[in-house]
């Protein structure tokens, strides 16, 4: 998997708006030893504030706005793929990327694509994740990193970082914890990943 020229792992970082998780992914590939640089960050939505983040920290940026396709998902999905592909991509990371993908990009991809889910999995798929943790009474949070499959959330779970929820926990201040422990969780289990033979 590593690219001949750098012995590195090359990835796309798929971002919908501010790039937290991205940010981390991209520092973390900077690190001695990083099996793992960010070759693209690319983005359904032009105005998502983290590829102005990605510009600034040197890594090239593209953007396939979902917008002109209309409801012809395939063709947005092979104008996305023909970035990762002009780019050589190997490994693609979602991170805070907001749309559904189908199942040509999910094939495409299989077994070389990972999420990030704010939730212990297999608890609380799909959004609002915070919420329904609070309001089922769980004592603990946290975050999943899985492989990407045809169904939500579905994929084989490859990390998780648990989060103690507090008393007085609203899903806002619950989610800045999860998303703290995010950063530290992808950056972590995209590089196991990526030093697996």
């Known amino acids: 998997m590593p690219d001949t020229s750098t012995g590195r792992t090359r990835v796309a970082v798929l971002i919908s708006g501010a790039g937290s998780n991205m940010a981390a992914l991209i520092d973390a590939a900077r690190q001695p030893g990083a099996p793992f640089e960010v070759v693209l960050v690319l983005s ?6 983290g590829l ?14 979902h917008a002109p396709f209309g409801k012809d998902r395939a063709a947005h ?10 780019h050589g991509v190997e490994v693609v990371a979602l991170a805070g990327y907001m749309r559904l993908l189908t199942p040509f990009l999910v094939g495409r991809w299989a077994g070389r694509m990972l999420n990030i889910h704010p939730s212990l999995l297999p608890r609380y798929p ?3 994740t915070h919420a329904r943790a609070i309001a089922a009474g769980d004592a603990e ?6 492989l990407v499959t045809e169904g ?6 490859l990390g998780q970082a648990a989060v103690p929820i507090q008393p007085g926990d ?13 950063h530290d969780l992808y950056p972590r289990v995209l590089a196991g990943f990526c030093r697996r033979p």
Request: with cysteine; charged share 25%; glycine share 8%.
């Open 152 to 157: 939500v959330d579905e994929g084989r779970v």
């Open 141 to 146: 949070a946290g975050c999943t990193v899985h």
């Open 77 to 86: 999905e092979q104008a996305i793929q023909t970035a990762l592909d002009a």
């Open 126 to 128: 799909g959004l609002d």
């Open 52 to 65: 102005a983040v990605a510009e600034i920290k040197g890594v090239a940026t593209a953007v396939v706005d």
């Open 44 to 49: 359904n939505r032009p105005e998502a504030g």
């Open 170 to 182: 609203t899903p806002a201040t619950l989610a800045r914890r999860v998303l703290s422990a995010e």
